[in-house]
């Protein structure tokens, strides 16, 4: 048996091929049963809706840390390190 995996990933600009991973989410199983089709869909849709959200939370947190540390960077130009030999 098989399961779908979604993972976030940072690609290089010069490279594509080269990729960091930064979260990976498996999506949790489905059972078929013999029971009630229409509750195993509404169970689908209510779980992948949950876990899209989670998804979604780390999606939007590796974002926020990627310009978090652009401008860091960028702040920092502003203010090189001075020498201590006053």
């Known amino acids: 048996m098989s399961k779908i ?3 976030i990933c ?3 600009d010069e ?9 990976s989410y498996d999506l949790a199983e489905i059972g078929l049963g013999a029971g009630n089709n229409e509750r195993t869909l509404d169970e689908i849709e209510q779980r992948t ?3 899209g ?3 979604l939370k780390g999606l939007v947190q590796a974002q926020w840390a990627e310009i978090d540390q652009e ?10 390190p001075s020498g201590s030999n006053a």
Not at 15 to 23: P, V
């Open 10 to 12: 940072r690609v290089d």
């Open 49 to 51: 809706y949950e876990k």
């Open 53 to 55: 959200n989670v998804i």
């Open 71 to 80: 401008l860091a960077r960028a702040y920092r130009q502003h203010f090189p």
């Open 15 to 23: 490279d594509a091929e080269k990729m960091t991973e930064i979260g």
């Open 5 to 7: 995996r979604v993972i």
